[in-house]
């Protein structure tokens, strides 16, 4: 059985930075899809980046684009988001997915979820 466990949320000041780890376990994830995706208070859950397994990355939204980086260590099953010049409204609770093949921007289309981690970004 898949799990997906993440951490390195926080609270953090504005312009501070923070690197979110997912741990994955309970299969080999070649040919896998990885991706974090945010929820804020009141509003829907938004994707932020992914990347395969072979290491292909993408980011998402306009707004995390030259501060956000998702990357994959190059040993173990672990993703990581490092968030760099972190503004308030990036204040979230960030979950890390996995789907089988390519990723997608859809959370329905993500068959596994972890529990979320709290980013807080203090102004």
């Known amino acids: 059985q898949v799990q997906l466990v993440e951490s390195g949320g926080g609270l953090v000041q504005a312009g501070g930075s923070l690197r979110l780890s997912c741990a994955a376990s309970?299969?080999?994830?070649?040919?896998?899809?990885m991706a974090w995706f945010r929820q804020a208070p009141g509003k829907a859950r938004e994707f932020v980046a992914g990347?395969?397994?072979?290491?292909?990355?993408?980011a998402s939204a306009d707004s995390v684009k030259g501060r956000f980086t998702i990357s994959r260590a190059d040993a173990g099953n672990t993703i990581y988001l490092q968030m760099n010049n972190l503004k308030p409204e990036d204040t979230a609770v960030y979950y890390c997915?996995?789907?089988?093949?390519?990723?997608?921007?859809?959370?329905?289309?993500?068959?596994?979820w972890g529990q979320g981690t709290q980013v807080t970004v203090s102004s």
């Open positions: 997915a996995a789907r089988s093949g390519y990723f997608s921007q859809s959370t329905s289309d993500y068959e596994h």
């Open positions: 309970g299969r080999t994830f070649g040919g896998f899809a």
């Open positions: 990347i395969t397994w072979a290491g292909y990355r993408a």
